[in-house]
């Protein structure tokens, strides 16, 4: 997603998606501008620092409805969100089995892979690849 330039990114994605700025709103919009990867609510919660659990959770659930945010997909039933990437592909991203964390990778899909599937009588809106194993700090303490 291309931010518009501000001094206030957050406020600024916010009014662009047509929301009021609140500070709940800008919190949670500034949390996923700063995040590597991908927050659960709890996270959220713990580093927004303050509003209640069910209030962050209304505010997501916006967020998503109105495609600031996207769920990413994982495993342990934990749901996750990223800021979303409006219909472009190669939204990537690496799930450790050690720590739970959602690591967003910057890269993109290999050429020609999504005209492959299309050829195959799929229609493609989107395209992504989750990887899953072990991130370098669980690799080095032998986490299982």
Sequence with gaps: MRLPPARDPSGALLRMHGFRVTRLRRAVVSAFLAADGALSVDDLVETVGFGSLSSVYRAVEA????GVLERCPGSAGIRRYCLARHGRCGHNHFECLGCG????????????????????????????????????DCSGKGRE
């Design 101 to 136: 964390r959602v690591i967003h990778l910057d890269l993109e899909l290999p050429p020609g892979l999504v005209e492959r599937v299309s050829a195959e009588g799929f229609s493609i809106a989107n395209a992504s690849v989750h990887f899953s194993g072990k991130c370098r």
């Design 63 to 66: 967020l998503e409805s109105e």
